[in-house]
C-alpha cells in the first residue's frame, strides 16, 4: 500500500494552497481529486457566471492577478484558469479522477480508499470544498410535478427552463443573480426574500470589498467573533460582479420588474405559502448595512483616509412592496419553474471518522479537527471572516500546515 505523511482531499484553491504549503515544508503528500482541478468552478455553476470579490483580491500564495483589468470580476473560464495556474506553478502532486470513498482511522494516522486504490497516510487535510450539496427545504416535494425544479447545480442558463414564469427562492448572491438572469430573459420573475446580506457594490467611490479588506473587517479571526456558530451560518452578500460594478440590491430587482414575496414557508395544497413581515426583514438587512458602512466611515476617519475616497454616502431604504402576496397556486401555471437557490452544504459521506456533527458540521478549531493528525480548509470563518474566498486562504492554509507540521515533528496532537 502506498504510504504519504499527509493527503489532502480535494483539488479546488483549498487543497492546492495546502498543497503549495506542505511543499515548502517538505512534507511529501497526494493530492486526491474526484474530477478535475478546480472541479466546483468548471461543473456547479453556471454559464454567466462571475465572482463576486474583484480581480486586485484574487489571490493565491504566489500568484496574483496580472491582467490589465484589477477591478473587474473574472469570469468562469477565467476563475478555472487562474486556480489551474496555480496548480502547475506549485507543482502539486494532483491526482485527478481519483475519488475518496473512504477515509477512517488506522494504526500511524488513516486508511484511505479511494477509487484509484488504498493509502496509507499519517495526516489528512480535508479540504473538499463547503458547498458540495446544494441545500433545499423538504417541503420542495408537495410541489405539482407540472412545476420543473432547479437548484443552481443544474442551472446553466435562461433558455433552459419551460416558458412562463419563475419563482426563485433565496436572496442571497446566487439568488438575486439568477433573478436578476431571469427576468432580463423576459421572463416573469418572482423572489422569496428571508433573511439576507445587503451591500451596495462600491460605497465612497470603493468596491466595498476594497472597504472590508482595508478596515480589517474581513481579518476578524474566528476566536474574536462573538457568535461564531451564527457568523459561519452567514448568507452571502447580495453583491454580483459585472463590468458596469452595478449594485443588485432588491430595489434594484424591484426596479427590473421582479415581484418580492417572503420566506417561503411550506406548500399546502399546491400552494406555496409565504411569510409576511418583508418590513421587518428588509429593515433589519437596511440597519445591518447602515452600521457596517458607519464602521467604514469611522476607520476611514481614524486613519486619515478621508481625502483618499468619496463622501460618505446613504443609501434608500429597501423599498416594501404594497402588498406582497402571502400565497401562490403552484398548480395555475403562473409559475413555470421553480430555481432554489437556498444555500448550499458540505458533504462529508465518505469520512468514517466521528468528526462530524448532528447537523453536518465539521467538528473543528480553526481547522484543526477534533480527529489526531486531521485538518480541514476551505469553510465559512475557519480561521477568519475572510476563509472561504479565494484571497482568504492564504494566511489560513499557512496556519494550519504550521500546525500539521509540528504536529508531524511532534508525533501528538497539539492544540491551537
Ligand atoms: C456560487 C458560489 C459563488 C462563489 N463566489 C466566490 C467569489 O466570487 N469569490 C470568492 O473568493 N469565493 C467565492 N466562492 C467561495 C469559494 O471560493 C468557492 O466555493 C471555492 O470553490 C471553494 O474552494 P475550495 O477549494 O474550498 O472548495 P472546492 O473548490 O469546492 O474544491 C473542493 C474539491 O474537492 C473535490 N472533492 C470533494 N469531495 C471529494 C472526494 N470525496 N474525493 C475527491 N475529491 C473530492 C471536489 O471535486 C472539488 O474539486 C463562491 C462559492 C459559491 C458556491
Redesign the pocket.
Known sequence: MERFTAVV?????????ASHFLTERSIDHVV??????????R???WDS?????PNW??RLPGLSYEGQDPDG??TMDE?TGF?ERFAAVSRAPVRTR????SVRPAAGGYHVT?SGGEIGCRTVVI??????RPVVPPFHEAVPSSVEQLT?FGYREPGQLPDGGVLVVGAS??GVQLAAELRRSGRPVILSVGEHVRLPRTYRGRDVLWWMDASGVWDQRYDEVEDLTRARRLP?PQ?V?TPERTTLDLNALTAMGVELVGRWAAVRDGRALFSGGLRNVFSLADLKMERLLGTFDEWAGATGRDAEVGPPERFAPTAVPASARLQLDLRGGEIRSIVWATG?RP?Y??LDVPVVDEKGRLRHDGGVVDGPGMYA???PVLRRRRS??????ESDAREVIDHLARYVAQGSNIRK
Request: proline share 2%.
Open positions: 482531499v480535494g483539488a479546488g484553491h483549498a487543497g492546492l494552497a486526491l481529486e474526484r474530477g478535475e482541478v478546480a472541479n466546483s468552478w461543473r456547479e455553476r457566471f462571475r465572482l463576486l470579490t483580491q484574487t470580476y473574472m476563475v486556480v481519483t475519488e475518496v470513498t479511494t479540504a473538499s470544498g463547503a458547498c458540495n443552481p448572491a446566487t452571502s453583491l460582479g448550499f458533504d459521506g465518505w480548509l476551505g469553510l472561504t474566498f479565494i484571497h482568504g486562504i
